[in-house]
């Protein structure tokens, strides 16, 4: 009997490997039309755009239609070639936020108070009413920062100087503010335990005014976890679940198997969010230094894991801006920048390991609940024909009757040549088994997109 396997799915692990044991490592799932998982997608590759500095990637923005990165203790402006330019020092070791206000390039770095960059000069802060804030935001000719019982406003254009009036106090909960975020023309809070959702009254002082009755009962203790795009904003909420806001609801979109894999993590307070959109595609990218790097695609609604290397390292990207007509991000380990690039399947030049685990199957799959199965063949369906000129790319292929505890040997198979597009791959030889998982690996920089898998096989008497 030919019968189809789930291969396509999330990364799902849970505390018992038997509930949950899925993993899908550097792809992200591609839904139908009718909103349903369709094939695993290869996360595209890193291509080298240029490099600058000798410490490690804090942060990106886009200035005046030019990129700025601040790399160690130095900012650089890189043009459209790549090459960078030395603009001056901003001390620190902290990841930053910058904004540009339409004027200037706005920079907080949470160990200062912010710096000014109007593209001749460089400018350190000394108002003594400016906070150290770690996040900037700006709305309506305004600059706004956090401190720690609210939000300061800046003076309208001058965005390093502040009014001591001008502050909005954060007094729902006697919680400490972590950031300050602008969305939809409206001004969000966020504190440990709550999200203050402001409006523009129009006069005042501030002429801002919080939306009482839109307050979120949930905070961040992660504020380089907030991460934006045109329809949502994503953060890490104290809780360690992961959120999601539209307008000034916010909702949770994990799962119970992220939530046990978050809470495993030796520190979340470090955690940074990425927003990118490319390809028609929004995702939204997390990453925690000491655990790993999570994705979430929202045309499929599903969570699949990204990874540097052949190991469970947390992926490269820092940061992510578009600009120059590039999709463009920054090194967490230095100061290289690269270009997000669906046609490079490698990053900089090192192995990517794609890697999915099924989930199990068993007899219950044709109603023979109990049952031992004999199957004749397994069958991988995969976009053929995407070979190395020099080399025929593999797969390897392995299974586990145990949940994942422990794991068969390696088989080897060939996609076949490129051009090879009716090559078929399948696996013969397999003994009985009560239940069984599989796991298809490959790092050969190739474009392996997975589509479905088949078995034939057949129910046994026992």
Known sequence: MRVELPVVGPTYTNRSLSVGNQHTQNFYIEANQAGEAAALMPFPGLKSFGSAGSGYARGLCVYSDNLYSVVGTELYKFDLNGSGTLIGTIPGADRVTMVDDGLNLVIATGSTKPYQYDGANLTAGTDADLPNAKTVAHINQRVIYEKSNGISFADLDTPLTVNSANV??????????????????????????????????????????RVNNSVQEIGTSSPYSISTNKDF????GTDKRVYRMSGLNSQAIDNP???????????????????????????????????GT???????GLWTSLAYGTDDDPHLISDYAYVYGKHLVSDRRNGN????????????????????????????LLGSAGKQLYMNYLELEFETGVSLVSAEAEIIMQYSDDDGR???????????????FE????????????????????????KWVLIRLVADVEVGLE
């Not at 809470?263 to 990425?274: E, H, K, L």
């Not at 959109?277 to 995702?283: E, K, P, S, V």
């Open 168 to 209: 909005l106090l954060a007094n729902t909960r006697a919680d400490d503010v972590k950031a300050v975020v602008t969305h939809r023309q409206q001004v969000f809070t966020f504190g440990v335990n709550t999200i203050e959702p402001s409006y523009f009254t129009g006069s005042g002082t501030p002429p801002y005014s």
């Open 233 to 236: 904003i994503y953060f890490l």
């Open 257 to 291: 198997a992220i939530g046990q894999a978050i809470q495993g993590y030796s520190s979340v307070s470090d955690a940074y969010g990425v927003c990118i959109t490319a390809d028609g595609q929004n995702w939204y990218l997390l990453s925690f230094p000491t655990g």
């Open 294 to 300: 999570w994705l979430f695609n929202e045309s499929s």
């Open 337 to 364: 920048i690269y270009e997000l690039d669906f046609d490079t399947f490698t990053d900089n030049g090192d192995a990517i390991q794609r890697q999915r685990t099924t989930q199990a199957i068993d007899s219950r």
């Open 406 to 420: 422990t794991w068969s040997q390696e088989y080897w198979q060939s996609i076949g040549e490129q051009g090879d």
């Open 423 to 446: 090559k078929r791959v399948r696996w013969f030889g397999f003994e009985r088994f009560y239940k069984r998982r599989f796991r298809f690996t490959m790092t050969d920089p190739v």
